[in-house]
């Protein structure tokens, strides 16, 4: 070294930090990866410097043998049935290599991460690694990388093989793209839901930072590196004692820097600041260095407040999209005080899509001007939409005037939910199938574990129609309580790829929002019956449901030997439920090709005839008769089961249009399943009424309502049964409940509502004009 330079280096030694600080950035420029070398240089300086300059020679041979030992090439060993091909990165406490299959199973490159091999690897640091390896396990998401092996190498190091994400850090990505502000917003609800499952499992990441958020080629993110990840358990591992060695700055939260205990709370305070630096392309905290000691990241994150996101950006168009809402739910996000962060991540995510929905978001003050104001914002109406609207309310207002005195004031807030302790909503499992078009098998899947959970009486189960509201988006299970009544939800995925099925299942508790119960099913197609009477069986004994011996045998029934007639079936039911009754039919036929003793296929293939019978025009005898043949031969083959008589008694109604013979079909069939009461009553109600039967009618109308509340085509009937008996008070009274319950917008209880409002104004006006004529 030069007698000048060193001179310099003694001058840089003696300066203080913040001089330090000023320094190097006045030097380093632009290069980033030189400045934090130089600091990190500077920082083991200072702690030999502390210690005495004798340990210099013993630190720096510590030094050398600890760097040429982590950066020992273990390029083309064999680790398990993988290869290294390269490294790919490493931590403090592990290295990544790329790997592929040594046998040539597959071709598919994997990432393998590796305990580093430094002097003295602590029972702590094992059991962190051990800990990475169960948390990755027990996750499965399209957006968190895949597990896909474990083991331990021939030196005794702990690894584990999982997806290789080819893929940039989600901060650098949306700059690269220069993504808009809600393609930002959109990408970020995505991590909302990785993060949301990981919590449902029990797991707080606890590094969410951007270089841990991979983005795809494709644009869908990938969370990465569970090493510190926490599992919320009665007795958690040791390596979540504390967590102050290993925090980030930019994303650490006031509890992290102090060394507090870490929980989901944690974690969105993280997404709050992700969200800042994706929206500002700025961290929201600002450090002397880029290697910021524990002090100082405890005196900035616990004491300083963040600049508002709107204030970060100079481009006036952002600045204004980020003001108002947006600052909002980041503050909301960041706050000091974990129990004032949003209760969940489905909070947050909640808030996101109201805000692109342009709906009030949570995050701010819930007054009349800023609900009107979103309103606004929504609604753009012409002039003439406008003036049209005018009239509608003034009509509107009229029409209720009559009714103001004696009618109280109504609030559609949708009230809580009774809740029974064995109460359960299966909510519709997430596909994660290899090939896109497939997400009828999940369906199927959960339609079937929901309609075998209802076959155990002493259960109450949500039907499909109350639970299909909670397809897309972050579930909040403390929201589905209230609205549901249901102390418990079951949440699943659904995996298949080639002839083997995976289903993960979790059972929450909807009051604490804990998860319960877990359990991975890992079988080939052909076992699918057996998986889902199994699944089925382990909820209800968590429930402490209580199954006799007929209950139990209908469980594991299977109502065809045939997967690929089953999968047939799948894909018909969805296509029913899209109105794409042709395709119905087209895939229907295929599934009694394959075996002709597949009842159910011959009860849904009724119906779908049906339909393009009386609904779509084809009113030809051909379709009819294709119609009766399909439901004798659901009759023939299972005339123990009551869809048989159902289909039967709907070739009847909707064909033949002859009620008495529906009807008597309908009083001869067997007791119905507890999934199938409510269509059975229904269609029961709906011939009493053809029959001119009217008290019987609304009696099986409201016992089908009562079993599946959330129906809306039941609850339209009953309204209008009520209507044609001219009791209109009730039929407001019932619109109400349908209006307060049902998250259908198009049905048509509001002019139900009206239509019942304007009846008892006309009543009254007759009344009163009568009374006037008689005086």
Not at 647 to 654: C, H, V
Request: hydrophobic share 40%; glycine share 6%.
């Amino acid at each position: 070294m030069e007698p000048a330079e060193g001179a310099r280096c003694r001058r840089l030694g003696e300066d203080s930090p913040v001089a330090r600080t000023a320094l190097l950035q006045r030097e380093c420029g632009e290069d980033l990866s030189l400045l934090r070398e130089a600091e990190s240089f500077l920082a083991g300086a200072d702690t030999v410097s502390a210690e005495g300059t004798d340990r210099l020679e013993e630190c720096a041979l510590a030094a050398s043998t600890a760097v040429r030992r982590e950066r020992i090439s273990l390029t083309g060993h064999r680790v398990g049935a993988y290869v290294i091909v390269r490294e790919l990165g490493h931590g403090g406490m592990a290295t990544v290599y790329l790997g592929a299959r040594a046998d040539g199973y597959f071709e598919k490159e994997v990432a393998i991460k590796i305990l580093k091999p430094v002097e003295g690897n602590t029972a702590e640091m094992l059991d962190r690694f051990r800990a990475e390896r169960e948390v990755l396990a027990s996750l499965d998401h399209p957006y968190i990388a895949a597990l896909f092996d474990a083991g331990t190498t021939a030196d005794g190091l702990p690894y584990f093989v999982m997806e290789y994400v080819p893929g940039t850090p989600v901060i650098s990505y949306v700059a690269e793209n220069h993504l808009p502000l809600r393609h930002r917003l959109t990408l970020f609800r995505k991590i909302c839901a990785a993060v949301e499952v990981a919590h449902r499992r029990r797991v707080v990441h606890r590094d969410l930072k951007q270089s841990n958020i991979l983005v795809t080629a494709e644009g869908e993110p990938k969370l990465l590196d569970f090493g510190i990840a926490k599992l919320l358990e009665a007795n958690p591992l040791s390596v979540t004692a504390t967590g102050q060695q290993r925090l980030t700055p930019v994303s650490a939260s006031p509890e992290q820097a102090r060394g507090d205990e870490v929980t989901r709370a944690s974690d969105i305070y993280a997404l709050g600041a992700l969200l800042y630096e994706i929206l500002t392309g700025k961290t929201p905290h600002q450090f002397h260095t880029h290697r910021p000691g524990l002090d100082e990241v405890a005196r900035v994150v616990c004491e300083q407040e963040p600049v508002l996101p709107s204030l970060a950006v100079t481009d006036p168009e952002t600045r204004h999209a980020l003001r108002g809402d947006l600052d909002a739910i980041i503050q909301r996000a960041m706050r000091k005080d974990p129990a004032q962060r949003y209760a969940s991540v489905a909070d947050l995510e909640t808030d996101i899509r109201h805000y692109l929905a342009g709906e009030p978001v949570r995050a701010r003050p819930n007054t009349v001007p800023y609900r009107l104001l979103r309103f606004a914002g929504r609604h753009k109406p012409s002039p003439r939409g406008i003036f049209l609207g005018a009239i509608v309310v003034v009509l509107a207002l009229l029409s209720s005037l009559f009714l103001l005195r004696q009618s109280p004031r109504k609030s559609y807030r949708q009230p809580a939910a009774p809740v029974t302790a064995k109460s359960i909503a299966v909510l519709p499992f997430d596909d994660f199938a290899a090939s896109d078009g497939t997400s009828y098998f999940a369906d199927g899947v959960q339609d079937d574990i929901l309609t075998d959970l209802a076959k155990a009486e002493d259960l109450k189960v949500i039907s499909r129609s109350g639970v299909s509201q909670y397809r897309t988006g972050v579930r909040d299970v403390r929201e589905i309580r209230q609205n549901l009544g249901v102390a418990y939800v079951l949440e699943g995925s659904v995996r298949r790829l080639n002839d083997r099925v995976r289903v993960n299942a979790q059972l929450i508790d909807t009051e604490s929002d804990v998860q319960v119960w877990a359990e991975q099913y890992d079988r080939k197609l052909e076992e699918l019956f057996a998986l889902q009477s199994d699944l089925s069986q382990a909820v209800i004994s968590q429930l402490k449901g209580k199954l006799s011996a007929r209950e139990k045998a209908a469980i594991e029934s299977q109502p065809t030997a045939d997967v690929q007639a089953y999968d047939f079936y799948l894909q018909a039911k969805e296509a029913f439920w899209r109105y794409e009754y042709d395709t119905t039919i087209e895939l229907l036929d295929q599934a009694v090709a394959r075996d002709p003793h597949f009842a159910l296929a011959y009860c849904l293939l009724t119906n779908a005839h049906l339909y393009v019978y009386r609904f779509e025009g084809d009113m030809v005898p051909e379709r009819l008769e294709k119609a009766r043949v399909a439901a004798e031969t659901a009759l023939r083959l299972a005339p123990h089961l009551a869809d048989s008589h159902l289909a039967q008694a709907q070739y009847y109604y909707n064909g033949l249009r002859d009620y008495e013979k529906a009807q008597a079909e309908l009083a001869a069939a067997p007791p119905p399943s507890p999934a199938g009461r409510a269509r059975f009553f229904d269609l029961t109600a709906l011939t009493q009424r053809r029959l001119g039967h009217w008290k019987e009618a609304l009696r099986d109308g409201e016992k089908a309502w009562e079993l599946d509340p959330h129906d809306p085509y039941i609850a339209t009937e009953v309204i209008q049964t009520y209507l044609s008996l001219r009791r209109y008070a009730e039929a407001e009274k019932k619109a109400d409940e349908a209006i307060r319950n049902i998250s259908v917008r198009s049905a048509p209880f509001w002019s139900l509502k009206a239509e019942s409002i304007l009846a008892q104004a006309n009543r009254s006006a007759r009344g009163r004009f009568s009374r006037e004529r008689v005086t």
